[in-house]
């Protein structure tokens, strides 16, 4: 089994909220931030992410994400499993099924990352 990632905390966040475009970012930012981005790299868990802020009350159940996306359900779990490392999600376990939602924060920080510096 490969080793998992170490979850990213919205507070690891406040190191790499400079714009990349501002300056030489330092290698543990850039580290954090191509993590990020390559949890984003596939379709279908920009598609998850969009189906979880679109659900109501912006949270969404594991069974619920199956069949929008065309997938089985341990498939599903691993995308999201990837997208809770970058912490780009969080999870939370109700009884059987896990539940999760959208890192807001952590989604406006990393936009934040990529905006223009001020000249």
Request: hydrophobic letters at 45%; charged letters at 20%.
């Amino acid at each position: 089994m490969a080793p998992s990632l170490p979850v990213i905390q919205p507070s690891d966040l406040a190191a790499c909220c400079a714009p990349v475009t501002g300056g030489l970012v330092s290698d543990a930012t850039a580290e954090l931030l191509a993590r990020m981005f390559k949890a984003l790299g596939d379709p279908t868990r920009v598609k998850l992410l969009s189906l979880i802020a679109a659900a109501p009350g912006g949270e969404a159940c594991i069974c619920d994400l199956t069949e929008p996306v065309g997938l089985s359900q341990p498939t599903v779990s691993h995308h999201m499993r990837l997208l809770v490392e970058a912490g780009l999600a969080t999870r939370e376990q109700r009884g059987r099924w896990a539940y999760y939602r959208v890192a807001p924060d952590v989604l406006r920080s990393l936009a934040a990352a990529l905006a223009p510096g001020a000249d």
